[in-house]
């Protein structure tokens, strides 16, 4: 099953360095050593592939090798400690996720300070969140959900990845803002709950759409919303959340690029902008498309305060924490 969910991305990228420009009037990047990407997760995943679609634009735009280092672990804290820690010449780049909104809240001391030691450069894709349920569960969307919970607390069990992800977020979400209690089952990945939703082990799972669509398209499990106000527009026929009556029930999981603090500002704008034209590149917003990602371009002074707004609600989410149950 595993090596099925990774597939696709392999034909994602190959489609993407196909897409790379060739240079012309780039003006000189400051200094030569290589670009390197430091990746909170290992290879094969969507955070792993997009810094390798941008690698082959970058150092034909900037004119200097770029390198990608998988440096999963710790929660993101290795990947991001060797940013923090790293010369602010903009030439250590973070890939990261909700990792960046959640890690000062779940590590309060993990060697370097996440708003000092590290700013914002690139806010680039996101995909949507999908609540889906194993074939034998009964509830057909998510108000026939909170009955069942409300009638029987903790008889629904939900798979989720490890606190301070997406996926445990989401099920956060629908836990708190539905006033129910869920069973928690924590899993390393979603990827490995898939079999357990597919045997009806577990009822409930939240995944992006590139890791859970497939297997639902293909009747493993059924799709009773996507965790947004309004539906997808690579899965038209799911309802949004907000369909059930439940609107606030809004995530996404979103990939950034950050940098080293006391980076100079105009070395980060470049940085940016360069990131930004790889992004609105056709083959690239396409290839990406055909996974259910967007692009969500956003610039340094965006990213930095949607990071501050999402700590600040997901600092409420695990103040309120109300997992339970044992890692699978």
Known sequence: MRGKLLKPYSILLATMVCAA?????????PGTKPLKFEVISSAGGLVDILPRALSNYLSTSIRVPVVVEDRPGAGGNIAAGLVA????????????????????LLFPNPGFDYERDLVP??????????????????????TDII???????????????????????????????????LTFVIYDSIGKAIPHLMTSRVDLGIGTLPAVLPQVRAGA????????PQRSPFAPEIPSAAEAGSPELQLDSWICIMTTGGTPAPIIARLDEEIAKALALPEVRDAFAKQGVE????????LGNFLHSEAIRF????????????SQ
């Open 21 to 29: 420009p060739a240079a012309s009037g780039a003006q000189e990047w």
């Open 85 to 104: 820690k790293a010369e602010p010449d903009g030439h250590t780049l973070l890939v990261t996720s909700l990792n960046q909104a959640v890690n000062p």
């Open 121 to 142: 450069v690139s806010m680039a894709v996101v995909t949507k969140m999908l609540l889906v349920a194993s074939p034998a569960f009964p509830a057909k969307n998510i």
């Open 147 to 181: 009955a069942m919970a409300k009638q029987k607390p903790r008889s629904i069990t939900i798979a989720i990845s490890q606190i301070g992800t997406p996926n445990h977020l989401a099920g956060e979400m629908l836990a708190q803002f539905s006033s129910i209690d």
């Open 221 to 228: 499990f059924k799709a009773l919303a996507v965790l947004s």
């Open 295 to 302: 692009i969500f371009h956003m610039n340094p002074p965006q």
């Open 315 to 326: 600092s409420t989410l695990l103040k309120h924490s109300r997992v339970q149950g044992t």
